[in-house]
């Protein structure tokens, strides 16, 4: 925290603007030494030359901003340098912070671990800042941005505060047995304990939706071979992401494509045809099958109309939530609409379209549209969205249902104790160094 860091806080290559960032006791001299005046106006921005303080030679001209702390994203000195996106401006910039004294490259995340470190945002907001710069879709942004806010970790310290009187209440009639104190403090906290293992096991029933929402819903398209499969997964995602031949068993290891369906993420893998392999390669795709659709949160089962046999792996894998989709009705006489009574009440879930004609794919796309919504349920209320925190919270739960039910007061306050720490890790309102490398490890070094 004593190093002053630099870094660019845009992204690298050709722009008409490139910004970068210092934070740190320097940033102040640094500043002034690069552009030979006094320091600006406090967050205000004002246009004047960037130049080389040992030759006095002009890099640049562009804005400065000066943040002096504890009024800054990190709590310390911070200053902004917009400039022109150039390489070769980039390239003189570093080279001139990198001979002020006191200065450095700053590390990935570096900027928003000092923010964390100096009480500006918690974990919860920091881990949204990076899911809002990874977000692809409009529903990932709309969660990361409300995560960002600090929503989500609002929640928890609201429950890790309702936790705290019961705690300081247990350990006081531990402590002081002979002072004048409220009688049965392990009955009268109980009432509390128990609303809030309520709320925190009703936020766990989310069905993963946040976590889902992050990395994308996984939709398999299965089958058996020649079907269309990836014809419709090279439709899905409008280009020529896995080969299309006439020759079955083509597709031999699971290909995934991230898309943007409608403003929600989904993961589409199309996989190898399910048949009896002809080759030990091709069984090994077709387990592979097997396990990704195990794995997925919806499937999509192609079979062919001009070879329907409803029968085999394939068909087994056909539950009412998958959807199947009947391809190549183009092949089949307008008489033989009928063939979708063969799969019996699960033809709710059945749409016949031909790829090739680009028939009845837009219906098809509406109603997995449909199925992801209703999968991601994405609202305005906060959810989990990491390992972590699922984890962490069902720890706490777990110490609040031991300390419901123990007769030693000694332990019930360690219980209590263990549960206010659980719910203190998801924030960052504890001790937990551990986490930061952890949590700052996937950001960018200009952040």
Not at 103 to 125: H, N, Q, S, Y
Not at 138 to 158: P, T
Not at 415 to 440: C, H, N, Q
Request: proline share 4%.
């Amino acid at each position: 925290m004593s190093d002053t860091i630099y870094a660019l806080a845009s992204a690298s290559g050709r722009a008409g603007v490139a910004v970068y960032r210092l934070s740190g006791p320097q940033s102040g001299g640094a500043l002034t030494a690069i552009t030979g005046t006094g320091l600006p106006k406090p967050r205000q921005a004002t246009r004047c030359s960037i130049i080389d303080p040992s030759t006095g030679e002009k890099i640049d001209d562009g804005l400065v901003l000066w943040f002096p702390a504890p009024r800054s994203y990190t709590g310390d000195d911070v200053a902004e340098l917009h400039l022109h996106g150039g390489t070769a401006v980039r390239q003189r910039v570093f080279e001139t912070l990198n001979c002020c004294e006191g200065l450095r490259m700053a590390e990935p995340g570096e900027f928003t671990r000092r923010a964390v470190l100096a009480g500006k945002i918690d974990f919860t907001e920091a881990e949204g800042l990076i899911d809002l710069i990874d977000a692809e879709t409009e529903a990932q942004r709309r969660q990361a941005l409300l995560q960002s806010q600090g929503v989500l970790g609002q929640l928890y310290d609201s429950w890790r505060d309702q936790l705290l009187p019961s705690l300081a209440h247990m350990e006081a009639a531990i402590d002081f047995p002979d002072e004048d104190l409220p009688p049965d403090v392990e009955s009268a906290i109980r009432p509390t304990v128990e609303t809030l293992i309520q709320e925190i096991e009703r936020h766990l029933e989310d069905g993963h939706r946040g976590e889902r929402l992050r990395d994308g819903l996984k939709i398999a398209i299965v089958g058996p071979p020649n079907v269309g499969k990836s014809s419709l997964l090279n439709w899905l995602a409008r280009r020529d992401a896995a080969i299309v031949s006439a020759t079955a068993g083509t597709t031999r290891d699971v290909i995934e494509v991230h898309l943007d369906l409608d403003g929600l993420p989904v993961v589409l893998a199309d996989t190898a045809g399910i048949r009896d392999a002809q080759s030990g390669i091709e069984s090994i795709g077709i387990e592979r099958t097997f396990q990704r659709a195990a794995v997925s949160d919806l499937k999509l089962v192609v079979v062919a109309a001009d070879q329907l046999a409803p029968a085999g792996p394939a068909f087994d894998m056909i539950d009412t939530e998958t959807i199947i989709v009947l391809n190549k009705i183009d092949l089949v006489k307008p008489g033989a609409s009928d063939i979708a009574a063969r799969f019996g009440e699960l033809g709710r879930n059945l749409y016949p379209v031909s790829i090739t004609n680009e028939t009845g794919l837009d219906e098809l796309v509406s109603h997995i549209v449909k199925e992801v919504e209703k999968r991601l349920n994405t609202g305005t209320s906060p959810t989990i969205t990491r390992h972590r925190h699922r984890e962490a919270l069902i720890q706490c739960v777990s110490a609040l249902n031991r300390a419901r039910v123990q007769e030693s007061a000694e332990l019930c306050a360690e219980d209590l104790r263990m549960a206010v720490r659980f719910l203190g890790v998801l924030t960052g309102s504890i001790d937990v160094e551990d986490l930061l490398d952890v949590i700052f490890r996937d950001f960018c070094i200009g952040k």
